[in-house]
């Protein structure tokens, strides 16, 4: 058997990754430091996330919806349940403000539990459910502050000064003809802030570095290809963690209701 190829063999010094629960691929370090080009999934937000409409909290977390959900988050439409943004005092006496996990059994009636959703981090269902044990607050006006519906933390130095992040996601909400805008954020600025009234938007988006770790550059989503003339820049230092957000804002009405489906973010570290 012939001796192997020295040249197509390498040295690696250095296996690194900062596996998040979604799933991450490391990336490889030469001697040099140098970023080898694996691919993969840095994050996926699998399970439904949004911004409860107005609506009536009765006992123990019996949701009745003044508004009708996209369908219904629940076991008899396939689905374990959505986490759901509530006002402070609104799914029990004292109840902070945040979301919650909710089983629904039809588009506007459910069950809340005292299971709330922590970001930046997995949607992912709760293990165990908590009951919520309270006579019930009664109705409730929804929010119409940015919520954030799923984010996650893009380690330092994991992106590189020549990374991708390649990004697509799935948004769901009533058609009342009030906007709901949508927003991905890289750090602290808004890139891909986009006001919308119909039904559903599918993005397909991408940020990458500029040949240094600290300038990025922000497409504008697809299938909206008519962006600005320049693209979106930033100057965040990817040495350092950067989060990385989906948030959602019933800009016109509290009766409104917008619900992130599903986000997946793959890296090309480089």
Known sequence: MPA???????????????????????????PSSLLLGLGGSIYRSNVPSGVAPSG????NGLLTGGTS?????????????????????????????GSYWSIMTTATAGTVFNNMLTLPGPTTPPTQLIP????????????????????FVLPGNALGPNGWLI??????????????TLTYSFGTSAFTSV??????????FTTNNMGVANAQKHSARIPTLA?????????????????????????SNA????????????MFPG
């Open 69 to 97: 959900l996209p369908r219904t988050y629940g076991p008899s439409s396939n689905g374990p349940g959505i986490w759901q943004a509530f006002p402070a005092g609104a799914v029990f006496s004292g109840s902070p403000a």
């Open 4 to 30: 192997p190829n020295s040249q197509s063999t390498i040295n690696i010094q250095t296996l690194t990754g900062a596996f998040d629960p979604g799933g991450n691929i490391p990336s490889l370090q030469l």
């Open 132 to 151: 919520v044990i309270d006579p019930g607050p009664g109705a409730f006006t929804g929010l119409q502050t940015v919520q954030t519906f799923a984010s």
């Open 195 to 204: 006001p919308t009234t119909t039904t559903t938007e599918y993005w397909l």
């Open 255 to 266: 009766t409104d209701t917008s619900v992130l489906e599903s986000w997946i973010c793959l």
């Open 227 to 251: 962006g600005p003339t320049v693209p979106n820049t930033s100057q965040k230092d990817t040495t350092a963690n950067v989060t990385v957000s989906l948030q959602g804002t019933n800009t």
């Open 56 to 59: 009536t909290m009765g006992a």
């Open 167 to 180: 990004q697509i996601a799935f948004w769901a909400y009533n058609n009342s003809g009030g906007t709901k």
